[in-house]
Nanobody, 125 residues
Framework: QVQLVESGGGLVQPGESLRLSCAAA????????MGWYRQAPGAKREFVAS???????NYGRSVKGRFTISRDNAKNTMYLQMNSLKPEDTAVYYC???????????????????WGRGTQVIVSS
């Protein structure tokens, strides 16, 4: 079973920083586009940022200039550095990939549109 696991969420005050991580299993060979999304209570899931396998990035308008997405392909891990956090950044943050390749019983497999279970970020004074 291929999984993405988020970590690093928590409770912080406005203006503070957090760094989220999204780790994939070690059996994974390659990961294509990766992204962060978030969902606040009662709201639709919102695009936060994305990064391609060759490190081209894209950001949602509400986080541009404050958040930085990065990835370490050798570790199959993606990060989201969140600075100058605001109360409106409060949400569950999810990581996603559109496609990854992994070994299962020595066979090279592909999986599509994989989501993590999310990590909660609360920004409050």
């Amino acid at each position: 079973q291929v999984q993405l696991v988020e970590s690093g969420g928590g409770l912080v005050q406005p203006g503070e920083s957090l760094r989220l991580s999204c780790a994939a299993a070690s059996s994974i060979v390659s990961i294509n586009l990766m992204g962060w999304y978030r969902q606040a209570p009662g709201a639709k899931r919102e695009f936060v940022a994305s990064i391609t396998s060759d490190n081209s990035t894209n950001y949602g308008r509400s986080v541009k200039g404050r958040f930085t997405i990065s990835r370490d392909n050798a570790k199959n891990t993606m990060y989201l550095q969140m600075n100058s956090l605001k109360p409106e950044d409060t949400a569950v943050y999810y990581c996603n990939t559109d496609r990854l390749r992994y070994y299962s019983r020595s066979k090279l497999m592909s999986a599509y549109d994989i989501w993590g279970r999310g990590t909660q970020v609360i920004v409050s004074s």
